[in-house]
């Protein structure tokens, strides 16, 4: 059995005047010796977002890449080691299946054993629910507020339109003219692949697809 200690501090600045790291290592080795556990290394993870999964962080990544089942992890606070109760839900069922233990010291210890776990697992389950529900929240309000002043919502930019400098769709003149000029010969009974065609030989990058695309929102 190995045990492994695990610390986190979000900037360049907080590692290296170690303050905050200093005082999380103390608090994982007091730790281990008041439960007689004997570290075997600490992973220090420095100037790493806590918005980064912990997979994603390079001293977590190595951390979950070392431990075997049997193996202990001792972390200060649950807000060091995860970004947030959906991703701590994860990674704890995860290390629960692998028969390795995390001992939480701010939510009381040994969050995968029996006697605590499964109220642990519960209040992660509810908060990361509460989190899903504000996540889709955020998003649904940035899109609308976007949408209302016409600001691009991400991905490719619509034909038709360009960025200005504020990252707002704008009409892009050239194009404008291009889609009159579909929705003319579709009136005439032109074809997607006709039209597409007659937009490329004019310079422009469009697919019969795109065409379609256009054309829908443009009626609507």
């Not at 839900?89 to 939510?107: F, G, N, Q």
């Not at 609308?144 to 360009?162: A, C, M």
């Not at 889609?179 to 597409?196: D, F, H, N, T």
Request: charge should be neutral; avoid cysteine; proline fraction near 3%.
């Amino acid at each position: 059995m190995a045990v492994w200690g695990y610390v986190r501090v979000s900037t360049d600045r907080q590692a290296e005047e170690g303050e905050s790291l200093g005082a999380q290592r103390r608090t994982v080795e007091g730790y281990a010796m008041m439960h007689g556990l004997t570290l075997d290394q600490v992973f220090i993870e420095r100037g790493v977002s806590g918005s980064k999964p912990i997979s994603e962080r390079p001293k977590g990544a190595r951390l979950l890449a070392r431990v075997k089942p049997g193996d202990v992890i001792i972390t200060p606070k649950l807000d060091r080691m995860f970004r947030s109760a959906l991703d701590a839900l994860d990674v704890l069922a995860k290390l629960k299946e692998r028969d390795v233990a995390l001992h939480m010291i701010d939510l009381g210890g040994d969050v995968t054993a029996n006697g605590i776990s499964k109220l642990v697992f519960t209040i992660l389950s509810a908060v990361a629910e509460a989190e899903r529900d504000r996540i889709r929240e955020r998003i649904a309000e940035v899109r609308r507020d976007q949408k209302t002043r016409g600001r691009f919502l991400g991905g490719t930019v619509p034909f038709g339109y360009r960025l200005d400098e504020k990252d707002e769709l704008v009409p892009h003149e050239e194009q404008q003219e291009a889609i009159r000029e579909a929705v003319a010969m579709k009136a005439e009974g032109a074809s997607l692949r006709v039209i597409a065609d007659a937009l490329q030989a004019k310079g422009h990058s469009i697919s019969h697809v795109a065409v379609s695309r256009v054309l829908r929102d443009h009626a609507a």
